[in-house]
């Protein structure tokens, strides 16, 4: 007898163990590990799903309490068996469940119906079918005519195209499948997302420095060094064409290969790039697939039909039984980090998978996270360089105006002077230009001029955006989605004078139309690109060089390359540099460089103009520098004295309910356990031979979160610092069993986050 370790699909934390259960005989071929089961469950034999984690021949306890599996689910999927270790160190690193982890690492979860190429295939000889013919202009059965002389033509024919083109109705087919004069054939076709008549390109020749980079690590490959790279390149250096070489070299090996791109950066004109060089051998995973078509590019990649798969985070768990190499460019950016539960790192993820599988990584970047930079100038990462653009292009020349002297001098427009005459000078010579601002809408907030009451979402802790279309004026909240018409009146004290403060980006465009008449405008964020090719229409356009000036937030400035943009106007510097979070400085120079990196990259022409009322802050003028080394370490001092990540760590725990009084209780219930755990820890190390030298706990709240409530939901946090990461991990644990057996608990939801991205 078979017996299999079953994790219930239920995302529980009392369920959050296996459950043992026997594999009937008619089953065992079926029941692999990773397959989808249906089984009974509890006293009243609950037939529910959940996942084979294992499987062995010996059972756990006794045999006459142990059940039958009652059947193994057709239409859904089996995960590879390393995956499933995988969700297993996510679970233990990040929390949350196993059930959660093992759904994070299979990205499609079921079966969808295959689409199928049917072919008419002629049965006759040639002779034979040319009597058929002559027996049927007898009778003349037309429609049958039509068909055999189409088919004496060309021996198949594709029954869509009969269909709908050449008008053979089906049951003149039919009556011919009957007959023995044909066969139908049914091939399955995989739906490809990529739709390309391009010929391949031979690989661009490298410079000395790409070569070298290239080079040192095909051969560390080849003697079989598997570790992770760090590859800095300042924007237009060509980090793009390094990837490649190495992309070839692993292919060569006969390994697979993924690629991460951030999904605000992943675009035809990325993927276009790889698919020139690779062909169809390469396939996309994104969030605006369809389901048939997420489905089938899993289903290539399981198959071995593909060899790269290019994607966001989720594509990290694709399916390849080879893996050789993980690609994870732009490494900085945020969203690589998961912001539901498991809370995981797809840089910390990929290292585990890769480690698994014998392969390596590389992460890419012009502006690398102090995490990965850190480790790189420790010893941890082999750290590449590219500090020159390719083809001789200079980095474009940098305006730092201080909006401060610009109000002094009577400017009270968006745009400075500055900035207002080159936009002029670059319409004058048929050039274009990009203006970025981190905040999508036509205003911040919305309040009463008289007695200052700010226009809230009711179900949230935040105040509304104005959006200003065609045909009416609403407030909007970003965070639930609640909306509602503007008002003529404050709610609060009945005044007439409500004013919009603050500009987004639906405002800069209006502006940019009254200040530039004759300039075409296009407009990219949240609002604009709704659907499947938003973001491609807009890019397209721009591209095709149909609009002369492109308004945007932070996701026109990720990886685009327009060779006709020479101008990049940055409108509020400010609007990232002093928010409530601890990497504020490090985000304002990332986005700074990289939107000044958009000029000149294909002419020495590009200029920048950086707007801000703190022009002497750091991270500006090293951005406007492209120093990165200075900026690390201005920083890396500051989180040193500080102890914020990668000094040190942070655990954070995120405490929500419907209930206000209960939250604020579990909060200050959660403290004390904590604060209880670390006098354990103290005494166990005051008689252990080992010494701490990893200094002590710091334990910062509970207090509300940033945003107290969102969608009447009630939001607390904790937050606790120390410099081993390992440490933290077990207090993580010791909570997580803290809080299954605390009543209180039970109306609260708890998430933990270490080294979060973002504040709460």
Known sequence: MIYADIIVDISHENLDKTYQYAVPEHLEEKAVVGSLVKFPF??????????????SQTPSIDVSYIKKIDE??????????????????IRDNYGATLNDALKIVLPVKQTVKAVE????????????ATDKLIELRKKNYKARIRLMELLLKQKELDYDTAINKLGITRPTIQAFVEGGIVELKAATVYRNPIKNEQSLQKAAVLTPKQQEIADDFCNDYDNGIRRTYLLHGITGSGKTEVYMEMIQHVLNKGKQVILLIPEIALTYQTVMRFYKRFGNRISIMNSRLSKGERYDQYMRAKQGDIDIMIGPRSALFTPFENLGLIIIDEEHEGSYKSEMPPKYHAREVAIYRANLLNASVVLGSATPSLEAYKRAKDGEYKLYELKD???????????????????????????????????????????QIMLFLNRRGFAGFVSCRSCGHVMKCSHCDVSLTYHHGKENQKLVCHYCGHDEEMPKKCPSCGSPYIATFGTGTQKVEEMAR??????????????????????????SAFANQEADILVGTQMIVKGHDFGNVSLVGILAADLSLYANDYRAAEKTFQLLTQAVGRAGRSKDNGEAVIQTYNPEHYSVITSANNDYETFYNSEIAFRTIMKYPPVSNILVAFLTSKNEEMVAKAADLFKAAVLDYKEQMKLQMSMSQEKMETGDLEIIGPVKANVAKVNDIYRYVLYMKHMDYIYLKDLKNFMEGFIDYSAIFKGCSVQFDFNPMNSY
């Open 389 to 431: 653009r390719i083809n001789g292009a200079k980095l474009p020349h940098v305006y730092v105006v201080d909006l401060r002297e610009e109000l002094k001098k009577k400017n009270k427009s968006i745009f400075s002077e500055k900035l207002k005459e080159l936009i002029n000078d670059r319409l004058n010579k048929k050039e």
């Open 514 to 539: 009254k200040e530039f008449p004759t300039a075409r405008i296009l407009r990219m964020d949240m609002d604009t690109t709704v659907g499947k090719e938003g973001h491609e229409k807009i890019l």
């Open 72 to 89: 193994v689910v057709d239409n859904a999927l089996v995960m590879e068996s390393h995956l499933i270790r995988l969700a297993s160190w």
């Open 117 to 128: 190429k049917r072919t008419i295939r002629l049965l006759l000889e040639q002779d034979k």
């Open 42 to 55: 509890g006293r009243a034999n609950r037939i529910i799903k959940g996942y084979i984690i294992s499987l």
